[in-house]
């Protein structure tokens, strides 16, 4: 079920990023594959912090806190600073070939600017919230609830911390890790699992989700950042809900396959994606990102 839900992430993170490779190659799309295109990005990204946090108990329990960091390292923080130099680099020394020009200094947004160096911000994102996360549930005991209450605090302080965006990014995300963890009880009981699978749930959600997604589409520009975070967590619950269902029916198996490989699927697109500068969107996010592009460099 978990590789179904990240397959389902995955294919939002491509079509996102396919959407703006054909613009940037001035390829005229209609109005609603940019408008669909916005309306998934409320909710990409915080699915799959949700999910690394429905998991995150069963992890810290079968490896203990510092297994499970020396985990993260090696699957999360590893690959972002590998990737992360080898896409600069290339960049550099392709310059003539590339509609992203980089410099040295652009070395110095691997760990402060990582939105600056496209995708990759994901990683980074993701290992700094489980650390932080880990850190906090050893000082609070597994208090779960106090965490919601940092995630909520924290989401107040994003705006603060829009201009670097490694603090802005956890500040903004931190909310989704503790809601996943405060709701695994939950979704990783197979009685609830059994009964969201008949699919009851998914017509009387589907408004729901359609209005949420409308509502982040007409004002996601400056956003309250509360309201966002319940549009997000809608469209989590509604995709997590129709995942339990295709599991259970055995519906885009293949969806499975990407899930369960994610981390090189992501790798392999970074690859042949080619697009141009675009600012960064999450709400209330003021930071303007530099011009970038990819090419083929496999």
């Known amino acids: 079920m978990d590789r179904l839900r990240k397959g389902i992430a995955i294919i939002l993170v491509v079509y996102r990023h396919v959407a703006y490779g054909l613009l940037s190659s001035n390829v005229p799309l209609y109005d609603w594959v940019k408008d669909f295109n916005d309306m998934l990005y409320s909710f990409r990204i915080p699915l799959f912090v949700m999910l690394?946090?429905?998991?995150?108990?069963?992890?810290?329990?079968?490896?203990?806190?510092?297994?499970l960091l020396i985990n993260k390292v090696n699957t999360l923080l590893y690959p972002y600073l590998l990737w992360a130099v080898i896409q600069i680099t290339l960049q550099i020394i392709f310059s003539n070939y590339a509609n992203s020009q980089r410099s040295l200094g652009d070395y110095l947004y691997i760990l402060t600017q990582p939105r600056a160096l496209d995708q990759l911000w994901y990683l980074f994102l993701l290992f700094n919230v489980t650390a932080l996360y880990l850190l906090f549930s050893q000082l609070l005991r597994a208090h779960t609830q106090w965490q919601l209450f940092i995630g909520l605090g924290l989401l107040a302080l994003?705006?603060?911390?829009?201009e670097i965006s490694t603090f802005y990014d956890i500040a903004l995300h931190y909310i989704f890790f503790a809601i996943g963890q405060f709701s695994a009880t939950w979704l990783l009981n197979e009685n609830i699992q059994n009964r969201i699978s008949r699919g009851r749930l998914l017509l009387p959600l589907l408004p729901l989700f359609i209005?949420?997604?409308?509502?982040?589409?007409?004002?996601?520009v400056g956003m309250n950042l509360y309201l966002y975070m319940i549009v997000a967590v809608v469209g989590s619950v509604y995709t997590i809900t129709l995942s339990i269902f295709l599991v259970r029916w055995g519906i885009f198996k293949w969806l499975q396959v990407i899930g369960k490989y994610s981390l090189i699927?992501?790798?392999?697109?970074?690859?042949?994606?080619?697009?141009?500068?675009?600012?960064?969107?999450?709400p209330g996010c003021s930071t303007p990102l530099q011009p970038r592009s990819y090419y083929w460099y496999f």
Request: hydrophobic share 35%.
């Open 52 to 67: 690394s946090g429905v998991f995150f108990g069963k992890s810290l329990h079968r490896h203990g806190p510092r297994e």
């Open 158 to 162: 994003a705006p603060l911390m829009s």
């Open 211 to 220: 209005g949420m997604q409308y509502l982040y589409l007409q004002n996601h």
């Open 265 to 282: 699927f992501i790798c392999c697109m970074w690859s042949y994606l080619r697009h141009c500068g675009y600012h960064c969107c999450a």
